[in-house]
């Protein structure tokens, strides 16, 4: 229901937008005034003024482990660094493989 007319809210057509490429840099052990304006860093910072910029991400855990699995898994598997084992989880490299799609590291 839209708040300011009363009227219904507009059924979202044409599903999700279509990409050809999805590229994610993470950096962390930098603060964004470390990083975005930096003229030290002028690749880095072209790719953020022309994609896009995701300013109100956080840490889901420390240590960063455990965010990676969030970032990758949708769940916090462990926060162990020392972790050698294998992780059974459904991820987003499976899902992309799924659908026929490929991925790099």
């Known amino acids: 229901m839209n708040s300011l007319t009363g009227s219904p809210a507009p059924t979202p057509t044409g599903g999700f937008p279509q990409f050809g490429h999805v590229v994610l840099v993470v950096e962390e052990n930098a603060s964004y005034s470390q990083v975005i304006g930096n003229p030290a860093m002028p690749y880095l910072n072209s790719l953020a003024t022309q994609y896009g910029l995701a300013t109100q991400d956080y840490a889901n855990t420390h240590p960063s482990l455990g965010s990676y699995f969030m ?3 949708g ?9 050698t084992g294998r992780v059974n989880v459904d991820n987003i490299v499976r899902e992309l ?9």
């Open 97 to 105: 493989l799924a659908a026929g799609k490929t991925w790099k590291s």
């Open 75 to 83: 769940q916090l598997v462990t926060t162990n660094d020392g972790l």
């Open 71 to 73: 970032l990758t898994t």
